[in-house]
């Protein structure tokens, strides 16, 4: 358990586990930590590979700083954690926000970037079902006392009463979500395995369509199989992705070992 000194943060990381292989970078998503995004399947991943588990700005352990949240900082804090830790390259999983960042930095720091596993992710807004994300600027932080992520908050955080000011920051940014062009997913160049729960809050039309663009959509036992995959868990909603470790952590080995 650590902190590394990047852009102004003391942004706080953990490393498990160990391997000579590309170490695997862990990005959580909104509102949550180490503990709540990947609890469940850390211990499934650190078998056979060093883990290095991130917590951005704000979240978990890392004191917040007079700065937006936004998934372009966020992938840059985690390229400047890379140089801190002397690493080159790096394979990276990323749930919901956490999978924003991963794909962000797939198109913005491509060669820092080895293999992608991006859980609940989506390139336009268009990829949510639609009103989503209407009642969220209504969001206030005692929606949230009790909860998962606010009790992994008060557990973890250097301030445990900034939590109101996470929520405010996080409702910031989900009122300006990043999207990407079709062709800035087409160009990505990391093999990528997309997961989705079948109840989540990305539309599999769009999972798919993302698929194809990332090569998919082909008939394998003629053209071979893609680089890129995709996996939709059953009976499986956006939060509880991270519970399905026994599921999840056998396909993800598996692609990143390919």
């Known amino acids: 358990?650590?902190?590394?000194?990047?852009?102004?943060?003391?942004?706080?990381?953990?490393?498990?586990?160990?391997?000579?292989?590309?170490?695997?970078?862990?990005?959580?998503?909104?509102?949550?930590?180490?503990?709540?995004?990947?609890?469940?399947?850390?211990?499934?991943?650190?078998?056979?590979?060093?883990?290095?588990?991130?917590?951005?700005?704000?979240?978990?352990?890392?004191?917040?700083?007079?700065?937006?949240?936004?998934?372009?900082?966020?992938?840059?804090?985690?390229?400047?954690?890379l140089d801190h830790l002397g690493i080159d390259r790096a394979d990276v999983f990323g749930w919901s926000m956490g999978a924003a960042v991963g794909l962000r930095l797939a198109t913005d720091h491509a060669d820092r970037v080895g293999r992608l596993v991006?859980?609940?992710?989506?390139?336009?807004?268009?990829g949510m079902y639609p009103g989503l994300l209407d009642g969220i600027q209504d969001l206030r932080p005692e929606h949230l006392h009790g909860s998962e992520f606010?009790?992994?908050?008060?557990?973890?955080?250097?301030?445990?009463?900034?939590?109101?000011?996470?929520?405010?920051?996080?409702?910031?940014?989900?009122?300006?979500?990043?999207?990407?062009?079709?062709?800035?997913?087409?160009?990505?160049a990391a093999p990528v395995l997309l997961v989705l729960g079948d109840s989540d809050i990305v539309r599999p039309e769009h999972a798919v369509e993302m698929f194809k663009l990332l090569g998919g959509g082909v008939p394998g036992d003629l053209t071979g199989l893609p680089r890129c995959?995709?996996?939709?868990?059953?009976?499986?909603t956006h939060t509880s992705i991270p519970q399905r470790a026994e599921w999840l952590a056998p396909m993800v080995d598996e692609f990143l070992d390919a």
């Open 229 to 236: 995959r995709l996996a939709i868990l059953p009976g499986t």
């Open 1 to 81: 358990m650590s902190y590394a000194p990047v852009n102004g943060l003391d942004l706080y990381y953990e490393e498990h586990g160990t391997g000579s292989g590309r170490p695997l970078v862990l990005i959580h998503g909104a509102l949550s930590g180490i503990g709540t995004s990947f609890g469940t399947i850390l211990p499934f991943l650190t078998k056979t590979r060093r883990v290095v588990a991130v917590e951005l700005q704000a979240h978990g352990h890392t004191p917040d700083i007079d700065r937006d949240l936004t998934v372009e900082d966020f992938a840059a804090d985690v390229v400047a954690l």
């Open 150 to 188: 606010h009790e992994e908050y008060l557990r973890t955080a250097p301030d445990p009463a900034g939590f109101a000011n996470l929520v405010a920051k996080v409702k910031r940014l989900d009122g300006d979500l990043p999207e990407w062009t079709a062709d800035q997913v087409r160009a990505v």
């Open 118 to 126: 991006l859980a609940s992710v989506c390139f336009t807004l268009d």
